[in-house]
T-cell receptor
Framework: GAVVSQHPSWVICKSGTSVKIECRSL??????MFWYRQFPKQSLMLMAT?????????EQGVEKDKFLINHASLTLSTLTVTSAHPEDSSFYIC?????????????FGPGTRLTVT | GDSVTQMEGPVTLSEEAFLTINCTYT??????LFWYVQYPGEGLQLLLK?????DKGSNKGFEATYRKETTSFHLEKGSVQVSDSAVYFC??????????FGTGTSLTVIP
């Protein structure tokens, strides 16, 4: 159990366009989802915390107008990279936390590789 | 703010060698500490965790002890295998339930 999927697994887009990445919890309801960006030297940077039905909380330095997060339901959160530029090319990973009281384990998606040309 | 400092790699070991990957943390309050593993081409998986001081997390031969006095959570394994080759991440869960990760340590085990 506790499977998280991401779609697409990889995407190439042109500079200036927008890209949407989906994160789904397949077999549990997730009250909280996190979005991370993984850099080439493997560091994982928390971008934002997404709670169902409310606005996402962004970490310092992350542009909320550029990285739009929508947690539409208890099983789906989306990250939209707006007006993408080559420096946005990265590996984006989501994780989901079940809504069970006291269970704050997070389950990770497989990641999405974004390349902006 | 909360943060994790992890030993940089890459680390290359021979099979059956002893492994230590150092991890120290800075946090307010009493965080929970985790080690995650990322195998090639896969997402992160929880390896072990500890939720309070002196707790020892263990799984698949790996161990880590939550040391509050040294703010450390070093990962150890007595005898590594080729199948342990992966990237290992130390992480903490802060008071707001956000997770903060170290930079990751790549481990390669050679036969």
């Amino acid at each position: 159990g506790a499977v998280v999927s991401q779609h697409p697994s990889w995407v190439i887009c042109k500079s200036g366009t927008s890209v949407k990445i989906e994160c789904r919890s397949l077999d549990f309801q997730a009250t909280t989802m996190f979005w991370y960006r993984q850099f080439p030297k493997q560091s994982l940077m928390l971008m934002a915390t997404s709670n169902e039905g409310s606005k996402a909380t962004y970490e310092q330095g992350v542009e909320k107008d550029k990285f739009l997060i929508n947690h539409a339901s208890l099983t789906l959160s989306t990250l939209t990279v707006t007006s993408a530029h080559p420096e946005d090319s990265s590996f984006y990973i989501c994780s989901a936390v079940p809504g069970l009281a006291g269970d704050y384990e997070q389950y990770f998606g497989p990641g999405t590789r974004l390349t902006v040309t | 703010g909360d943060s994790v400092t992890q030993m940089e790699g890459p680390v290359t070991l021979s099979e059956e060698a002893f492994l230590t990957i150092n991890c120290t943390y800075t946090a307010t309050g009493y965080p929970s500490l985790f080690w995650y593993v990322q195998y090639p081409g896969e997402g992160l998986q929880l390896l072990l965790k500890a939720t309070k001081a002196d707790d020892k997390g263990s799984n698949k031969g790996f161990e880590a002890t939550y040391r509050k006095e040294t703010t450390s959570f070093h990962l150890e394994k007595g005898s590594v295998q080729v199948s342990d080759s992966a990237v290992y991440f130390c992480a903490l869960r802060g008071t707001g339930n956000q997770f903060y990760f170290g930079t990751g340590t790549s481990l390669t085990v050679i036969p």
